[in-house]
């Protein structure tokens, strides 16, 4: 479990004073991801250098498991930070160690003996699927193949934390898929609560349990990624969902947009929903999928003008929440 309460960075004094993180609060659960989302310049990587106390915070604190950490002194810190392993955007490796030189760095530092290192090096490799590229140098592996590396590092000293600054940035999307699944894995085997910054969205939608949005340096938006993707008033829910919508196959009819509201939704809803109405819907686009366990899903639909009373209390009767998209319709109308 990792907690952080008021935690503020600010940097200059004066004139030149500015607030990078103002007022910080959450808390990730052991077998918790949260996924920090902001464009660039929101903070997002102060963040993780406050948590990880590699800067120290303005005030706040942070809490893992029980123990404020910025409270520590700086011999006591050292060993704390043992808790949170850190994975960065580049992966930081260094170049001239092969992949097993790398996760050996912490257990070295440690004084670990040799023959210990070996076995825990071999047995982290193979946790993230790298049992064969322990004598490769970081030049001769993937992109996705260093992150595991890195991984595998951060998870040397067992955290009970895993902190990762834009680790999948830069990768492609398959790459980026299994190093997420890696890390939801990990989650699960090793109870770790990960704290997980990137900017980007559709990242999110695959690995977060929940979201917090930081937007010049204070959380705006946050809550469990299901309440966010099911919540017709989320905005960031709306950024989030997957979207399925293609509003210019919808002229002459009212364009509305249908999110799931309950986990139960019945798949055949759209014949079912069109049997109540006595007319049937037309989806414009639609995009359905799993997010832990529950059925997400968005739809864009043509609704003929005579139908619109009707279809947000009959979309209701499947757990569908619908609302008109009136900025649409117009534009439609006039396109018309
Ligand atoms: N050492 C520093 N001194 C002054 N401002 C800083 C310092 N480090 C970062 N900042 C400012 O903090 C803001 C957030 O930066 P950063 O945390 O890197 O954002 P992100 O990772 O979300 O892109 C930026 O406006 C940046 O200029
Ligand atoms: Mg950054």
């Known amino acids: 479990m990792i907690e952080l309460t008021d935690l503020t960075k600010i940097y200059g004094h004066g004139d030149d004073r500015t607030v990078v993180l103002d007022r910080i609060g959450f808390r990730v659960e052991s077998r918790e991801i949260l996924a920090v989302v902001g464009p660039s310049g929101a903070g997002k990587s102060t963040l993780a250098q406050c948590i990880n106390l590699l800067t120290a915070p303005t005030f706040g604190s942070v809490v893992v498991n029980g123990e404020d950490l910025t409270t520590l002194s700086s011999k006591k810190l050292r060993v704390a930070r043992r808790r949170i392993g850190t994975v960065f955007q580049s992966s930081g490796l260094f170049e001239r160690r092969t992949a097993a030189e790398n996760v050996a760095l912490p257990l070295e530092y440690l004084g670990v003996t040799a023959a210990e290192t070996r076995a825990r090096v071999a047995e982290l490799l193979d946790r993230v699927g790298l049992r064969e ?189 619908a609302t008109s998209d009136v900025r649409v319709g117009a534009a439609l109308e006039g396109v018309a």
């Open 133 to 321: 590229r322990a004598d490769h140098y970081p030049f001769q592996l993937s992109g996705g193949q260093r992150q595991r590396v890195g991984i595998a590092r951060a998870l040397a000293l067992r955290p009970s934390v895993l902190l990762s600054d834009e680790a999948t940035a830069g990768l492609d999307p398959t790459t980026t898929s299994s190093v997420v699944a890696l890390l939801r894995e990990l989650r699960d085997d090793l109870g770790l609560s990960i704290v997980f910054i990137t900017h980007e969205m559709d990242t999110v939608l695959k690995i977060a349990d929940s979201v917090a949005r930081l937007d010049h340096g204070s959380i705006v938006e946050s809550g469990r990624l299901v309440d966010l993707l099911t919540d017709p008033a989320s905005g960031l829910g709306a950024e989030l969902r997957p979207q399925g919508v293609s509003a210019d196959a919808a002229t002459g009819q009212q364009v509305w947009h249908v999110v799931y509201d309950r986990p139960d939704v019945p798949s055949d809803w759209i014949a079912r929903a069109s049997a109540d109405l006595g007319a049937p819907l037309s989806v414009l686009g639609a995009s359905v999928q799993q997010v832990g366990g529950v059925t997400i899903g968005a739809a864009t639909l043509g609704i003929p003008e005579r139908l619109a009373p009707r279809v947000a209390q009959v979309l209701a009767r499947y757990g569908l929440a």
